[in-house]
């Protein structure tokens, strides 16, 4: 398919882009003291070389408090060379690029700037920072505008095609907007007009340094998200009033960081906020991005042509493909690697203040260590036992390089693991990494055998020059409890599988993201499905509260159950929408509990009000079935039968150890440069 639209040219204040995608602005943490670096210039390289018409970094840090040394800075002169280079890097290479100009606000964590205290608009504690900042005085807001407009000049003189405006996300400009954070009794507080005074002068001020021919862009929430914050309406009369100060572009997102609302997860629907950038479109005469989990391009052409949007706002996909674009220019959008939403690489690690990593492209962000790969010196019949995400990986990379590979995969179908992974309501995005593969290792002429059960005498007689072994699994842990005949056991993987369906009382016992990620699944399975609802809705004969009721209620009971804290196995920032979709479906957790037996359809646990209690109370649970999720073993055994061989061989993945998917993967792409070491 051509995506004409996607791909047609636009116009922002006298900027041509060559086509409606832009990646936007995330701190990937590659700058630790501000100065553009190598890793940070590849990385952006990488992508202009990958066809988008607009990049846009940062947040960009301009002054002391409002931001961290990890980001990119423009605070003072002596950062504007480097991002000249890189900006001269980005236009060779054939795209446009822009500055986020950030300031965090009550978002800024003091630890983080030498210990000094946030300034907001008003002392209004935040848990996100967990600090109450100072409140600003005017002579404060006058000073953080005039550095926000000083800023924007050295950034043209760095050769940036714009500046963007940070007003999303519950940053500063946010604060000055919602009454929730601006409790000021000014000029700069109380009416919608004094409230929007901050912004509409700090547009103004821009304006005037960086002068009328060059663009200034701002990124808005298009809905805080936040019970007593601002909606919808209040994003469009902010819009409107920011085209009215002389913004050019304005970029859609979605709600705060304090938002219970998930927003970028696998949670939300693939371009789930097209509607919220629609009304803004609606109500501007200015170009309007939308952003959010737009990570195809049939979905972003079909944002185009409904008139929900003028451009595309892709980052988190184009961590994970820095070629999306030309691959959908191309018309092979099935070779495009599409992110996740899982948040695993890219959020969790900066919840950590750690450089960006991605879960499905184990490139990101070390583009400057493997620019300089070489191709195969000698071609090589390589085969690879397993055909997960681990091998799949090693398949490609070294098929890229030249070499001859097999895969030689024991079930009737590609994927491993991912098959299971992909089965919890809000990662069906892992489906799209085995097409991914799929077309992949066809493209690059890997021969793939399905339904082949390898034996270590076969794999030393095949003629194979080395062997990988990616083999998965093994079998799934057991723990000993005292269980009777009352009840039916399984496995978290025999459930994912639907090898068995669970009844309606259920222990879950392990509270990692498996065990919670396996609840969750069964919860669902046993509520109504969205298709359920919108036929409910659609023909009205089920009142509204009636279907918001079975929307969240299970007919199943669950109990999830651990020694440890239940949801404690999620990487940080990534497991809270699973643990809330539990909540919300009336699934029962009990951390720091012991199962001291299950007999006569019930289970009787020992449970500790806190983690260091001595002191246990006893809870009864009617259980019909129970589901182990306690891991499980590592599926070595081929691997050990070949390592005393002539033959030489590595294994990865689950073979190696029990991976995530982001591990297995990463293993695969060391191991695949650690050959190109031995001169493969």
Known sequence: MKYERVFSPITINGLELKNRVLMPAINHIYTPEGYATPRFNEYYWRRAEGGVGLIIVGGCRFEKIGG?????SLEDDSFIPGFKEFTDGVHERGAKVGVQLFHAGRYAHSSANEGRTPIAPSEVYSGYSRATPKEMTVEEIKTVQKQWAEAAVRAKKAGFDLVEILASAGYLICQFLSPMTNLRTDEYGGSWENRTRFARELVAEMRAAVGDDYPITIRIAGNDLVPGSNNTDDAVNFAKDMEAAGVDMINVTGGWHESKVPQITGDLPRGGFDHIAAAIKDAVSIPVACGNRVNDPLVAERILATGCADMLSLGRPHIADPDWCNKAMNDRADLIRRCMACNQGCLANAFFDKPVECLVNGEAGREYETKELPGAQSKKKILVVGGGAAGCEFAIREADRGHSVTIWEEEDKLGGQLNLVAMPPAKKEFFSLISYYEASLAEKGVEVVLGKESTADEIKNAGFNFVIIAAGRGEAKKIPLDIDDSVSVYSAYDILEGNVVAGRNVIVIGGGSVGCETAQFMAHEASVSPEQVYHMLEHGYMPVERVLELMNTSRRNISVVDVIKVGSGFQLGTGWPVLGDLKRLGVKTYSFAATRNIKDGVATLDVKEKKD???????????????????????EALYKELEGSDLEVYNIGDSAGIA???????????????LVQKGY
């Not at 961290?68 to 990119?72: D, H």
């Not at 109370?617 to 599926?635: C, K, N, R, W, Y």
């Not at 995530?660 to 650690?674: D, F, H, K, P, T």
């Open 68 to 72: 961290t040394y990890s980001m990119i």
């Open 613 to 635: 209690s001595e002191e246990t109370h006893e809870v009864q649970i009617p259980v019909d079935t129970v589901v182990m999720s306690v891991g499980a073993l590592p599926g």
């Open 660 to 674: 995530n998917v982001q591990s297995a993967i990463g293993m695969a792409c060391r191991l695949a440069e650690e």
